[in-house]
């Protein structure tokens, strides 16, 4: 199917941050977040708060989205909303909210997968950012995944490798931990590591047989050697900081780089795309973007504000899906898990 005038509302509620954004076809019209700082006291995201949270949200960020936009509801074509992964009680806010406005607007409900979103952010509509051609390998990283996907077409996705145990945002947010960082620690081990020596200090890679990932070791020994370390200078972090946060980066990347060249050597594909919250790591962007002129890569990184969870990319799988007639019922449910 096609049409000009294709107006998507999507609706992202998948952990705590509250998300509607409008497209255009493949043009992002407004992409608005609410941010849930409540969580930071608790070191981690509280799930009945996040919902909490996002019941108050969904309607002022819904109506800042349509008004930046500049459009009203009865011009849209379809509603898509997140259906997981996520936490369950943040998933059903959204999906609630996305079917009762479908309803009472009498146009098609779209439900999408988080992860394949975090895929298809590329197929935005944005100027300056290419859009990768058919097939592509994509590392979708974040704070409850890792994977590396062969992505044959819009909804032609297989995993050909994944994290057997932690994430890498939770190796970077558990890192922080140990070094006494706020929660989200993950993008203050980049600002830091920035400023440091990234092979001050060695850290063994984990070996993982294949495509596959392991984090729990590399956690494991940097808390070992953190704590051996301050029995030897109880100031060691705080003298150390930059140059800590340098060589766990360094490492995290190292592995991520390791298993991704192995995994264009087995498919012979050459076109890297990175998505999730942690595609945002300045360190993991260089790298990547290095291993063009080195490795024969082409690569892709999306735009910042699409790396983290947001409605935009939500509204490209909508619009795609919107172009097939792959349309669901108010009976659809919410999964904390769902299928790849």
Known sequence: MQNSD?????????????????????????????????????????????????????????????????????QLSAIAFTQGPGLMGSLLVGSSFAKSMAIALGIPLIAVNHMHAHILAHFIDEEGFDKPDFPFLALTISGGHTQIVKVNHFFDMT??????????????????????????????????????????????????????????????????????????????????????????????????????????????????AIGGGVSANSGIRQTLKEGEAKYGWKTFIPKFEYTTDNAAMIGIVGYQKFLSQHFETAAVVSKARIQF
């Open 159 to 272: 995993i050909i490798g994944e994290t057997t145990d932690d994430a890498v945002g939770e190796a970077f947010d558990k890192s922080a931990k140990i070094l006494g960082l706020p929660y989200p620690g993950g993008p203050l081990v980049d600002k830091y590591a920035q400023l440091g020596n990234p092979t001050a200090f060695a850290f063994t890679k984990p070996k993982v047989a294949g495509l596959d990932f392991s984090f729990s070791g590399l956690k494991t020994a940097i808390l070992y050697f953190i704590q051996k370390k301050k029995i030897e200078n109880p100031a060691f972090i705080d003298d150390n900081l930059n140059d800590i946060c340098a060589s766990i980066q360094h490492t995290i990347i190292q592995i991520l780089m390791d298993k991704l060249k192995l995994a264009v050597k087995e498919t012979g594909i050459k076109q890297i």
């Open 6 to 74: 294709v107006f998507i509302l999507a609706i992202e509620s998948s952990c705590d941050d509250t998300a509607a954004a409008v497209l255009h076809n493949d043009k992002v019209l407004s992409n608005v977040v609410a941010n849930q700082l409540i969580h930071t006291q608790y070191g981690g995201v509280v799930p009945e708060l996040a919902s909490r949270a996002h019941q108050q949200n969904i309607v002022p960020v819904i109506d800042a989205a349509l008004q930046k936009a500049g459009i009203k509801k009865e």
